[in-house]
């Protein structure tokens, strides 16, 4: 691997910089796209950072994206499901930077639907992707992509990983800690509207009587048992025998069922003390 010029060591810091400093993920991600094309060459290149509806199968928010119009972003993401080959390293909860030819066939890779429908008519020959976890959870996903019809018509090399590998933790990071400084504003403002619109409500309902009522799963019935407790999300997991992504997609469906969005309203909305029953 070719050794790495003063100019591009300015440029990782100041891309690590802009990383920690930014207050908005998709800012965040508009920035690190830019500073990134004079780092890493590409033609195209998408940006996604995961909402907190990613806990529904196969849902990913809207891209930052360069050099694609509004319909092929629309066309990924409608068929991400049947695109995205990858979805196995996403649960497992560590960053990864790789190569699409390292981990794809090229025989199977042309006669995909994702290289038919998407990489031919845009001319693509090449896709570098990096997959962003933080606190053993998903978070983002980068894509950037060559053409074969411009200067950039070769592969990404070593080079170019080895410059994502030294990014990929702050970036995840960096995601991490923003939705969590925006998760808290946004539960804070929800919280004071949930309190403002249950000020005349009845008594709490115990466990058994929001499973019954909201038909919750018995999964979900333990689960909403164990949060009760105080149990940390990690906890739970190691409770249940559960990944972190199967515990998201259950407090998600709880959620969804019972009309609140975090921890503070469940709290004020089902008793914590109750004789439990046992869950099967």
Not at 6 to 23: D, K, P
Not at 47 to 53: E, G, I, K, T
Not at 109 to 122: A, G, I
Not at 177 to 206: C, F, H, I, P, Q
Request: glycine content about 4%; aromatic content about 12%.
């Amino acid at each position: 691997m070719e050794r790495l010029g003063n100019n591009v060591w300015l440029g990782i810091t100041n891309t690590i910089y802009t990383i920690h400093s930014a207050s908005e993920p998709m800012k965040m991600a508009d920035m690190v796209l830019r500073e990134l094309r004079w780092l890493i060459p590409f033609d195209r290149a998408m940006f996604f950072v995961v909402p907190d509806s990613y806990m529904e199968e196969n849902i990913i928010g809207k891209p930052i994206s360069v050099n694609f119009n509004e319909e092929y972003i629309s066309l990924f993401m409608e068929n991400y499901g049947r695109y995205d080959c990858t979805m196995g390293l996403k649960v497992g909860g560590n960053s990864i930077v790789y190569r699409e030819s390292d981990v794809v066939d090229p025989q199977f890779w042309l006669q995909s639907s994702f290289y038919r429908e998407f990489c031919k008519p845009n001319h693509i020959a090449y896709i570098l992707q990096v997959i962003l976890c933080a606190n053993n959870s998903y978070c983002g996903n980068i894509l950037l992509f060559r053409n074969s019809d411009t200067i950039n018509a070769v592969d990404f090399n070593d080079r170019d990983i080895f410059i994502m590998n030294l990014l990929k933790e702050h970036l995840g990071l960096g995601i991490f800690r923003m939705k969590g400084l925006v998760n808290t504003a946004v539960e804070k403002e929800e919280d004071e509207k949930y309190e403002s619109e249950t000020e005349s409500s009845v008594e709490k309902l115990t466990i058994r009587e929001c499973s019954e009522r909201y038909h919750l799963t018995g999964r979900e019935e333990q689960i909403l048992k164990l949060i009760l407790e105080g149990l940390s999300t990690v906890d739970i997991c190691d409770t249940l025998y559960i990944t972190l992504n199967t515990l998201k997609k259950h407090i998600f469906n709880m959620y969804k069922k019972l009309g609140v969005s975090n921890r503070t309203q469940l709290f004020k909305m089902v008793k914590e003390k109750e004789t439990y029953e046992a869950v099967s």
